[in-house]
T-cell receptor, first 116, second 113 residues
């Protein structure tokens, strides 16, 4: 079975530009989360979506937005890119509901974004 | 608030040495605890997990025991291999549910042949 897939794997953008990152969850998983991992640090939570609704948001500016589609795939959008947005963006999916505990999330390989 | 603290790296070991990476957490109640591994240039892979006190998670020779009394979840392996060289992240999901995983800063492990 395919795992969590993300695209693109690598991209370079210029400051001020916009970027869209895409994620397809594991088949049957209805929840998708996004994380930002800056080099040398642990991942930081950005968004969580379940059944196409936003269920959680981390401490990121409004330049960051996301959505989940009827097929449970998701997009992360970042506007007005800054140099500090350079990072690995990880998507994760999970089978259960956000209301249940003990859930396990499965990560994709990530999208490496470099802002120059 | 919820947080995870793990030992700073890098940790450098010779092949077949014993590994311990310390992890402690701060959380209300009984969070679920995880260890993830990240190989160079790759995303995170779930290594093991434990969802309640005294549970032991294990996988690929690694193990960690959920210790509520010390709020710890230390990762151990009896005999490391060169292929274990990676960054290891301790993480938790609060018992309030949801999928917001809180990660430690990561510990880089180098294993020498």
């Amino acid at each position: 079975d395919a795992g969590v897939t993300q695209s693109p794997t690598h991209l370079i953008k210029t400051r001020g530009q916009h970027v869209t990152l895409r994620c397809s969850p594991i088949s049957g998983h209805k929840s998708v989360s996004w994380y930002q991992q800056v080099l040398g640090q642990g991942p930081q939570f950005i968004f969580q979506y379940y059944e196409k609704e936003e269920r959680g948001r981390g401490n990121f500016p409004d330049r960051f937005s996301a959505r989940q589609f009827p097929n449970y795939s998701s997009e992360l959008n970042v506007n007005a890119l800054l140099l500090g947005d350079s990072a690995l963006y990880l998507c994760a999916s999970s089978l259960g509901s956000p209301l249940s505990s003990g859930n396990t999330i499965y990560f994709g390989e990530g999208s490496w974004l470099t802002v120059v | 608030g919820n947080s995870v603290t793990q030992m700073e790296g890098p940790v450098t070991l010779s092949e077949e040495a014993f590994l311990t990476i310390n992890c402690t957490y701060t959380a209300t109640g009984y969070p679920s605890l995880f260890w993830y591994v990240q190989y160079p240039g790759e995303g995170l892979q779930l290594l093991l997990k434990a969802t309640k006190a005294d549970d032991k998670g294990s996988n690929k020779g690694f193990e960690a025991t959920y210790r509520k009394e010390t709020t710890s979840f230390h990762l151990e392996k009896g005999s490391v291999q060169v292929s274990d060289s990676a960054v290891y992240f301790c993480a938790l999901i609060p018992n309030t549910g949801g999928f917001k995983t809180i990660f430690g800063a990561g510990t880089r492990l180098f294993v020498k042949a």
